[in-house]
Every structure is written in structure tokens, then in C-alpha cells.
T-cell receptor, first 119, second 114 residues
């Protein structure tokens, strides 16, 4: 079974530039997540999609970050304009489905991440 | 609000000796808890998860964790460390709202000495 794919793996940009990341989840997984992992910290959820609808984007800085999941499969995360503090690894994850009865027990599968450096 | 605290930012053990990575959680409800491992330049991999079944959970690569509600702990253990265990380990709790988002601890870096 193919895992979660992400591209690019590395990106270096200057502040105020824009950047986009792409994620292709595991086939058949309805739920897709974007996380931000700053050096020395645990990942923090930015946005969660269920199919092509947003479930949670409460921690997404909406003045500069945007994400979409057209057709409920792959997804893009965009930053425009980038700031120095956006330097981080951006992780994409997917899970089969979030069933309320499981109380969050669904396993999330993570991609290798995109390492972003903003100069 | 839910949270996890990993009590050690770094743990160093000798190869062949036991591993103990400590985690305490805070949750209003019976939580789902996970341990993930992150090797350098690789994605996060699930080691094990607790979802209100058996309190002693066995995972991959010989790791196990015990859920102790009275102590609000979910410590990760392994009887004998291997060099390949050197990595960053994250204790994770599942959120209680409808998104069930994962809330990560700050991580424990495990160093294994030869």
C-alpha cells in the first residue's frame, strides 16, 4: 500500500514570497490533515478535511495560509506572504475515517513532510 | 482542554538496557492516547495506541505502554534498547471535540549508546 506522498521535500524562499505544498493521501482515506512542526516542538494541527469539507481550521493563520482539497483527494497548502516564523516542517497525514463512536481512535498516517526555510 | 506533557526532552541509554519514556496527559474524558516515533528525515510512524481497551498496549518493535488513569500517565517502555531505536518519540492525545485532532507532546529524543 502506498503511503502519504508530499512534495516538494525541501523549499527555501525569502520572506514575503509565496509557497505551495502538495499532499496525496493514502487511497480511500476520507480525512486529511496538515500539521506544522517547528524545530524542537511537536506537530500542531493547521487544518483538517473530511472529504472536501473543512472540519477544523481553528489554528490556521488565515491571513496568510490557505488550503484546499478539491475532489476530496489530494490537497494543497499555500502560504502567502511567508514570514520568517513560518520556517518549519509541514506534515500531511490521512486517516480512513473519523467515526465519532471511536472517540478519536483512528490511526493517522503521516507523509515525510516538506521542510520550509524562510530567509 | 486536553494536553500531554513529556517529562524528559532527552533520554540516553546503553544498547541492551531498558527504555522508559514518560508521558502524563490531561483530559476531561477517557482519552485515546498514542505514541509516535520520528526518525530523522522520515515521517511519523505509529508505535501503539490506547483506545479504552486493555490498559497494557503492545506496539511495534517491542515497545509497550501502560495506561494508568489514577496517575494520568501513559509511559512508553522497551525491555532492551537497540541502536535503531534512536529517534524522537511523541506522546499524543486525541482531542475531545468533533474533530478528534491529535495533540502532540513536545517530544523526547532517545539516544542509544553502543
Amino acid at each position: 500500500e502506498a503511503g502519504v506522498a508530499q512534495s516538494p521535500r525541501y523549499k527555501i524562499i525569502e520572506k514575503r514570497q509565496s509557497v505551495a505544498f502538495w499532499c496525496n493521501p493514502i487511497s480511500g482515506h476520507a480525512t486529511l490533515y496538515w500539521y506544522q512542526q517547528i524545530l524542537g516542538q511537536g506537530p500542531k494541527l493547521l487544518i483538517q478535511f473530511q472529504n472536501n469539507g473543512v472540519v477544523d481550521d481553528s489554528q490556521l493563520p488565515k491571513d496568510r495560509f490557505s488550503a484546499e482539497r478539491l475532489k476530496g483527494v489530494d490537497s494543497t497548502l499555500k502560504i502567502q506572504p511567508a514570514k520568517l516564523e513560518d520556517s518549519a516542517v509541514y506534515l500531511c497525514a490521512s486517516s480512513y475515517y473519523n467515526l465519532p463512536g471511536l472517540a478519536g481512535g483512528e490511526t493517522q498516517y503521516f507523509g515525510p513532510g516538506t521542510r520550509l526555510l524562510v530567509l | 482542554a486536553q494536553s500531554v506533557t513529556q517529562l524528559d526532552s532527552h533520554v540516553s541509554v546503553s544498547e541492551g538496557t531498558p527504555v522508559l519514556l514518560r508521558c502524563n496527559y490531561s483530559s476531561s474524558y477517557s482519552p485515546s492516547l498514542f505514541w509516535y516515533v520520528q526518525h530523522p528525515n522520515k515521517g511519523l510512524q505509529l508505535l501503539l495506541k490506547y483506545t479504552s481497551a486493555a490498559t497494557l498496549v503492545k506496539g511495534i518493535n517491542g515497545f509497550e505502554a501502560e495506561f494508568k488513569k489514577s496517575e494520568t500517565s501513559f509511559h512508553l517502555t522497551k525491555p532492551s534498547a537497540h541502536m535503531s531505536d534512536a529517534a524522537e518519540y511523541f506522546c499524543v492525545v486525541s482531542g475531545e471535540d468533533s474533530s478528534y485532532k491529535l495533540i502532540f507532546g513536545s517530544g523526547t529524543r532517545l539516544l542509544v549508546r553502543p
